[in-house]
């Protein structure tokens, strides 16, 4: 079982930028997609981001389109999140996954979760 460790959360005020990182443990690493999914207070978790296994291949929910940016590195296992110009309504639990495909559709089922990192984005 791939064991998954985020960091790079915490407190920011509008407009500043955030880079989560995700860590992960097993030899197979870059044979899976990963992503991003976050669940803010009272709400369902929803996408955010996903990569291919090789990271040739990104995917984005529209709400962090064209000011987020999703990236690995295989060498060291581990996935990125670029977010820029953040919003309070990016304010969120975050957490990775990695699925059970080479590449992402929404249909991918999850292979492990990681425990999550907070992201608060003040006014």
């Known amino acids: 079982q791939v064991q998954l460790v985020e960091s790079g959360g915490g407190l920011v005020q509008a407009g500043d930028s955030l880079r989560l990182s995700c860590t992960g443990t097993?030899?197979?690493?870059?044979?899976?997609?990963m992503g991003w999914l976050r669940q803010a207070p009272g709400k369902e978790r929803q996408f955010v981001a996903a990569?291919?296994?090789?990271?040739?291949?990104?995917y984005y929910a529209d709400s962090v389109k064209g000011r987020s940016a999703i990236s690995r590195d295989n060498a060291k296992s581990t996935m990125y999140l670029q977010m820029n110009s953040l919003k309070p309504e990016d304010t969120a639990v975050y957490y990775c996954a990695t699925f059970y495909t080479s590449d992402w559709s929404p249909e991918s089922p999850f292979r492990s979760w990681g425990q999550g990192t907070h992201v608060t984005v003040s006014s």
């Open positions: 097993g030899r197979t690493f870059s044979s899976y997609a």
């Open positions: 990569i291919s296994g090789s990271g040739g291949n990104t």
